[in-house]
Nanobody, 118 residues
Framework: QVQVMESGGGLVQPGGSLRLSCVASGRISSSYTMGWYRQAPGKQRELVTTFSSGGKTTIADSVKGRFTISRDNAKMAVYLQMNSLKPEDTAVYYC????????????WGQGTQVTVSS
């Protein structure tokens, strides 16, 4: 079994910064992708950014230039540095780990609330 745990959410003023952390544990192969998704009230969950074990990253246009993902393979951890936050970034942020082998499995954290408000 695989466990995923996020931390670091909170309330921040517009223009502020937050850093989210996520650590995975359990039976994880050497090849996996970790990333962040978010879900705002009344909206579908959307991709924010991902980081594959091969070093490839993806990032949503809405956060490009403001959010940065980083990864520590030794700790099976991924981080999301969020700068210049906007009210529209308010959402529950979920950490995800995708393990392609053997069965293409997705695991999710419980989510952490990020609220951007003055």
């Amino acid at each position: 079994q695989v466990q995923v745990m996020e931390s670091g959410g909170g309330l921040v003023q517009p223009g502020g910064s937050l850093r989210l952390s996520c650590v995975a544990s359990g039976r994880i192969s050497s090849s996996y992708t970790m990333g962040w998704y978010r879900q705002a009230p009344g909206k579908q969950r959307e991709l924010v950014t991902t980081f594959s074990s091969g070093g490839k990253t993806t990032i949503a246009d809405s956060v490009k230039g403001r959010f940065t993902i980083s990864r520590d393979n030794a700790k099976m951890a991924v981080y999301l540095q969020m700068n210049s936050l906007k009210p529209e970034d308010t959402a529950v942020y979920y950490c995800n780990i995708y393990i392609p082998l053997p069965a293409g499995s997705n695991y999710w954290g419980q989510g952490t609330q990020v609220t951007v408000s003055s």
